[in-house]
C-alpha cells in the first residue's frame, strides 16, 4: 500500500457503515484514548463473505479498521486469524510510532474477538 491508498483509506473509509445483515458484531473501546470500532462481519462456513466497519476516533484507527476490512474480504477466518501485529502494521503502508500501535491494533483486536468463537469450533 502506498500514502495515497492509506490517504484515500483515511479520508473516505471504504466498508464503512452498519452491514445489516450481518452475522456477527461487536465493538471494542481504547479507554486510553477513546478510539472505539464496531465491526460487522457475515461470515458463511469458514469465510468472511464480508466486512464491514464504524470506526471513531482518531484517523490512524479509521483508516486501519477501513484497511482491514478491505484485507479480511473473501477471506478463510482460519487465515483472517493469523493476521499478526506486525502483519496489521505493514498493511497500513505507513510509519507508526510506537504510542500510535493501539489505534492501529484496535480494529485487529476487534477481529480476533469476533471470530476466535468460530475458529474454536474448528
Known amino acids: ?3 495515497d491508498t492509506f490517504r484515500d483509506h483515511m479520508e473516505n473509509p471504504w466498508h464503512c457503515g452498519v452491514l445489516h445483515n450481518a452475522t456477527v458484531f461487536g465493538s471494542l473501546r481504547n479507554p486510553t484514548c477513546g478510539d472505539e470500532v464496531t465491526l460487522y462481519l457475515k461470515v458463511d462456513g469458514d469465510v468472511i463473505v464480508e466486512a464491514w466497519h464504524q470506526a471513531r476516533g ?3 484507527c479509521k483508516a486501519s479498521a477501513s484497511i ?3 484485507h479480511v ?3 478463510r477466518i482460519t487465515d483472517a486469524k493469523m493476521i499478526s501485529h506486525d502483519k496489521m502494521i505493514s498493511l497500513t503502508g505507513i510509519s507508526i510510532t510506537p504510542g ?3 489505534c492501529c491494533l484496535l480494529p485487529l483486536q476487534s477481529l480476533t ?3 476466535d468463537p468460530f475458529y474454536q469450533n474448528e
Open 1 to 3: 500500500m502506498n500514502d
Open 58 to 60: 482518531c484517523l490512524l
Open 68 to 70: 482491514l476490512c478491505e
Open 73 to 75: 474480504d473473501k477471506m
Open 100 to 102: 500510535r500501535t493501539g
Open 113 to 115: 474477538k469476533l471470530i
